[in-house]
């Protein structure tokens, strides 16, 4: 099945600097990368997905690039905030069959005041 | 929408009783998925539904894990005997038109076995 690995565990910036979180898969099939976003004690939400077709996806603040033939994607957060203060989980999907979305062990971004 | 519903948001029990998780997915939605969270292993995907049918169920970690979904407004999962490694955040998540769409995701159940 589909391996995601996610780096860095935890990541500090601050306030207004730029976050980058990176991701790898594992198999070449796979077509569908969400991002999901998971504020304390809450439940994960969707932020920004990506679809093997397209290498870069833009919404306000936040970005996301794929490079298939490396395998990897990344989400960008430009001019963060201390309500971007989350635990953030990479995913990827191949769609169809009998695989469903995996995600990432995530990453907990923290901004400093 | 209410959004995905799960019961109960917190349960406490001890070793070797029986334990049952509940969804009711979004109405009209035709996948359902069930995700365990924990520290060490993130989300992990145990078994997910197309139209009530159980599609891929490889993530169930021992037969002492469960799940149905009788129609397309309910689902559960049991675990008997629970044990404390079971201790974990369940999610609940439904979605329209499968892995490849926006997942929505209940509030959780917070599964503590003692």
């Known amino acids: 099945g589909e391996n995601v690995e996610q780096h860095p565990s935890t990541l500090s910036v601050q306030e207004g600097d730029s976050a980058v979180i990176k991701c790898t898969y594992s198999d070449s099939a796979s077509n569908y990368f969400p991002w999901y976003k998971q504020e304390l004690g809450k439940r994960p939400q969707l932020i920004i997905d990506?679809?093997?077709?397209?290498g870069e996806k833009k919404d306000q603040r936040i970005a996301v690039t794929l490079n298939k033939t490396a395998k990897h994607f990344s989400l960008h957060i430009t001019e963060t905030q201390p309500e971007d203060s989350a635990v953030y989980f990479c995913?990827?999907?191949?769609?169809?069959?009998?695989?469903?979305?995996?995600f990432g062990k995530g990453t907990h971004l923290i901004i400093q005041p | 929408d209410a959004g995905v519903i799960q019961s109960p948001r917190h349960e406490v029990t001890e070793m070797g009783q029986e334990v049952t998780l509940r969804c009711k997915p979004i109405s009209g939605h035709d996948y359902l998925f069930w995700y365990r969270q924990t520290m060490m292993r993130g989300l992990e995907l145990l078994i997910y539904?197309?139209?009530?049918?159980?599609?891929?169920d490889s993530g169930m970690p021992e037969d002492r894990f469960s799940a149905k979904m009788p129609n397309a407004s309910f689902s559960t999962l049991k675990i008997q005997p629970s044990e404390p490694r079971d201790s974990a955040v369940y999610f609940c998540?439904?979605?329209?038109?499968?892995?490849?769409?926006?997942?929505?995701f209940g509030s959780g159940t917070q599964l503590s076995v003692l």
């Open positions: 995913a990827a999907s191949k769609g169809g069959g009998a695989d469903g979305l995996t």
């Open positions: 998540a439904s979605s329209l038109g499968g892995v490849l769409s926006k997942l929505f």
């Open positions: 990506i679809r093997s077709n397209v």
């Open positions: 539904f197309n139209n009530n049918v159980p599609i891929d």
